[in-house]
């Protein structure tokens, strides 16, 4: 971005211009989407609710404490599943790209688990860990291991040689190649495995609590939706996105901060 | 000129599938001498170069330093690389300083030595800076400062000054010069800059292409330390002229003496 490449005093005045002009149309966008919500739920034109009845219930339910719990519950699930998930994947990933025969070993199977969709197999962890937390977990590590895992692998062998050849020229042994490029080398790679595996530990928990929960934000719509409560349906699903942009930006700023060192295009 | 072999090419040959990137490749640079290698491209320069630093083994013949066959590379063979290869998640200290680390240097010592090398290339306001933020000249300045550091006895140069601007290519190539007289290094450096090749060398040797090998080698029996002065001289002018035929026309006149 010429941005960063030439912090001169035109180009960041100009940049501030685009940023801000992007932030005032993000914020146009919206408020002409709640309008647009606002008047085909008014005119009768579809049997949803409006945007005052999604208000007034959250405000109900931040009350009453109940959606707060939901979002706790959620947001541990993820937590716990996708560190498990993304902690293996790294390791396992290095593995994989570094020695050749354990990539021969385990890439057969992850090929093979990539194409099960994580929630074909809740049946079977219902069936073999029961219906409370474990197969959710276990689900969600899955899942964000998964995308995780081939990441990583893929930043290993992809670290261009001419770095490895300079390290090696200036007396790097194996070791230390690993370590201070590869490692390197390969964080953004990492870091773009973990916003997939995050999204997608996301995805999977919400639709797993819709199948088997006795809490989180799943389970509420899940229930909402045996008493007809569009309100309550809405109020989950946009706390969901937001949680699932919020969750995103983490990582992007993350990302944006460990690999600043990047040439961006 | 010190009598002992340093590097020593013995039918190098090298091939990529069915390709020859360079046929039997016999060469010998001596011990503290200053070769330059010219060549069109893809003539193999960057091959030859390649198994002198052990990053490539030749596919038959070999390539000896001291007379030992080369197995791998060493710290003692500093290379700077056609694409520079700075590590990009490094400033311009913590780059030069990578080698130092590896031979066990401690903190304050790796420091000076690599501000040093950093100011000797004029990249002292930019030693914290990242390699993106450098033009390509400077990016290629870093890489030089970084293999200068580890004292290298052997260097091998892959067109080192390729993306610098006249002035700042004079001013390494003089630099390069002053180290090579001081430090009695072993010198071989890639080039397609004729004039540059006859400057620094006490032999260019001329490569041809389809199948790379050796074209031609031409001694350059100037004086050193050499001069802006000497550039303009008849004996300088004919040796590349003579260079330049090699190279381009492949049929070099007698030189006169
Ligand atoms: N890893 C490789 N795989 C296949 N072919 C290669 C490889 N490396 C080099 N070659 C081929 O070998 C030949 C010689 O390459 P080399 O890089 O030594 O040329 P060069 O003389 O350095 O050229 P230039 O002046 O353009 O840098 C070229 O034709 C190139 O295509
Ligand atoms: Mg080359």
Known sequence: MSIQSSPGATTTVAGALARSENVILGFASFVIGILFWYAVTRAGLVKLPGPFQVVSRSADMMANGQIFTDILSSLRRVFIG????????????????????????????????????????????????GIDEAPKIFVIFLASFLSSVIATYQGV?????????????LGASDGVIFARVVVPASIPFVLVGFRIGLGS????????????????????????????????????????????????????????????????? | MAASVKIRFNDATRCFGAFVALEKLNL??????????????????????????GLLMPSSGSVTID???????????GVIFQQYALFPWLTVRKNVEFGLRLKGMKERERR?????????????????????????????RCAIARAYAVDPKVLLMDEPFGALDALTRVRMQDQLLGTWTRERKTVMFITHDVDE????ANRVI???????????????????????????????????????????????PALQP
């Open chain 1, 157 to 169: 062998i992809s670290v261009d040689r001419t770095y490895i050849n300079a390290a090696r020229v």
């Open chain 2, 206 to 252: 001329v490569m041809a292409a389809k199948p790379g090998r050796l074209q031609e080698i031409i001694e350059v029996d100037l004086p050193y330390p050499r001069n802006e002065e000497l550039r303009l001289s008849a004996r300088f002018t004919e040796i590349r002229n003579r260079v330049w035929h090699a190279v381009y026309t492949r049929a070099a």
């Open chain 2, 67 to 77: 007379g030992e066959a080369v197995s791998g590379p060493g710290p003692e063979r």
């Open chain 2, 197 to 200: 090749a006859v400057y620094l």
């Open chain 1, 201 to 265: 530990a996301w995805a999977t928990l919400v639709a797993a609590e819709l199948i088997a929960a006795q809490s989180g934000l799943g389970f509420r719509m899940q229930q909402a939706q045996l008493y007809y409560d569009l309100p309550t349906i809405f109020v989950s699903l946009i706390t969901i996105g937001i949680l699932g942009l919020v969750m995103d930006r983490i990582v992007v700023w993350t990302e944006s901060r460990l690999t600043q060192w990047q040439e961006r295009v």
């Open chain 2, 28 to 53: 010998e640079v001596m011990d503290s001498e200053f070769v330059t290698i010219v060549g069109p491209s893809g003539c193999g320069k960057s091959t030859a170069m390649n198994m002198a630093a």
């Open chain 2, 112 to 140: 000076e030595r690599a501000m040093h090398y950093i100011e000797l290339v004029g990249l002292a306001d930019f030693a914290d800076a990242l390699p993106k933020t450098l033009s390509g000249g400077m990016k290629q």
């Open chain 1, 82 to 129: 996708f560190v498990l998930g993304a902690g293996a994947a790294v390791p396992v990933g290095f593995l994989m790209g570094w020695y050749k025969r354990a990539r021969g070993l385990i890439e057969p199977w992850i090929q093979f688990l990539r194409v099960i969709p994580p929630l074909a197999v809740i049946p079977l962890a219902i069936v073999t860990l």
